[in-house]
């Protein structure tokens, strides 16, 4: 059974920096597309970085693009997500998700499989 486990959330201010790990366990990983979204309070969750696993093909939303990283460490199984020039706006509950079958970078909810619990991440003005 796929697990994924999001840690390195926290209380910055605007414009510092923080990185999230996503730790999976279960399977090996590497036809899959790993993702990070967030939710703010009272939003829907959003796409903000996807990664596949073999090859390491990223992409971002336009709202963290030039700001955001996705990678990923294979030895470790571990995907991470640098966050620097951190903004109030980007203040969410960050998931990490999973993706077991297809060759795209997906940006959808709906086309993930599984889902870790979420690390919450403030910026503060």
């Known amino acids: 059974q796929v697990q994924l486990v999001e840690s390195g959330g926290g209380l910055v201010q605007a414009g510092g920096s923080l990185r999230l790990s996503c730790a999976a366990s279960?399977?090996?990983?590497?036809?899959?597309?790993m993702g990070w979204f967030r939710q703010a309070p009272g939003k829907e969750r959003e796409f903000v970085a996807s990664?596949?696993?073999?090859?390491?093909?990223?992409y971002y939303a336009d709202s963290v693009k030039g700001r955001f990283t996705i990678s990923r460490d294979n030895a470790k199984n571990t995907v991470y997500l640098q966050m620097n020039s951190l903004k109030p706006e980007d203040t969410a509950v960050y998931y990490c998700?999973?993706?077991?079958?297809?060759?795209?970078?997906?940006?959808?909810?709906?086309?993930?499989?599984?889902w870790g619990q979420g690390t919450q991440v403030t910026v503060s003005s």
């Open positions: 279960g399977r090996t990983f590497s036809g899959y597309t």
């Open positions: 998700a999973a993706r077991a079958y297809g060759s795209s970078l997906y940006d959808d909810t709906r086309e993930y499989d599984y």
């Open positions: 990664i596949r696993w073999s090859g390491g093909n990223t």
